[in-house]
Structure formats: C-alpha cells, structure tokens
Nanobody, 122 residues
Framework: QLQLVESGGGSVHPGGSLRLSCAAS????????IGWFRQAPGKEREGVSG????????KYLDSVKGRFTISRDNAKNTVYLQMNRLTPGDTAVYYC???????????????WGQGTQVTVSS
C-alpha cells in the first residue's frame, strides 16, 4: 500500500516562498504520476500541479504558472512543489496524491496524503 506524507507547509507573508515535499513509502513512487491539490475553507479541492512518473510532463493551474514548480526525485521517493511569490489566495490545505496520469482532476488519483496547511497573510 502506497502511503504519502506531505511536509513543508507553514505561514508566510505575501511574496514569500515555501517548498512542499511529498514523501512516499510502501511502494516505489516512480511508478506513479503525482498531483498537488489544495482546498481552502468552503471551496472545492482544486488541482494545482501534476507531474508524470518520469518527470517529463508537468501541468499547472493557470493561477500558479510562473510561480510554482513541481519536481521529483524518484531515487528519494519524493516529489516537491516549490511555491514562490505566494499570495493570500494560495492559502489552503495542500495535498499530494498518486495516480496513473498527471491530470489536475482529483478523480484521477488513488492515494492521498493527509495534507499540510499553507497560510499566506500579512
């Protein structure tokens, strides 16, 4: 059974940066596409970024393009989300998920982490 654990969340001021990590155990992460999702209070979960199993394909939500970068280190069984120029609109619980394709659709993913809180405020 694949287990995912997110880390790296926290509180930052607008314009700040955070790097989220998604560490896998139980199975080799390299077999899976990985997606990052977020959910703010009262809102639906939305896809932020996705990366294929090889890392050759990446996808981004329009509002984070140019600010967020997804990457993976299959040797470390870890996927990262570098988030720069954060805004209050990025405040949410961030989840990583594993599936077969790197679509920004929660339905495409079978395994989920427990989430990590990101808060952007002045």
């Amino acid at each position: 059974q694949l287990q995912l654990v997110e880390s790296g969340g926290g509180s930052v001021h607008p314009g700040g940066s955070l790097r989220l990590s998604c560490a896998a155990s139980g199975r080799t992460l390299g077999y899976y596409a990985i997606g990052w999702f977020r959910q703010a209070p009262g809102k639906e979960r939305e896809g932020v970024s996705g990366i294929s199993s090889s890392g050759e394909s990446t996808k981004y939500l329009d509002s984070v393009k140019g600010r967020f970068t997804i990457s993976r280190d299959n040797a470390k069984n870890t996927v990262y989300l570098q988030m720069n120029r954060l805004t209050p609109g990025d405040t949410a619980v961030y989840y990583c998920a594993a599936g077969l394709v790197d679509r920004l659709d929660p339905q495409a993913y079978d395994y989920w982490g427990q989430g990590t809180q990101v808060t952007v405020s002045s």
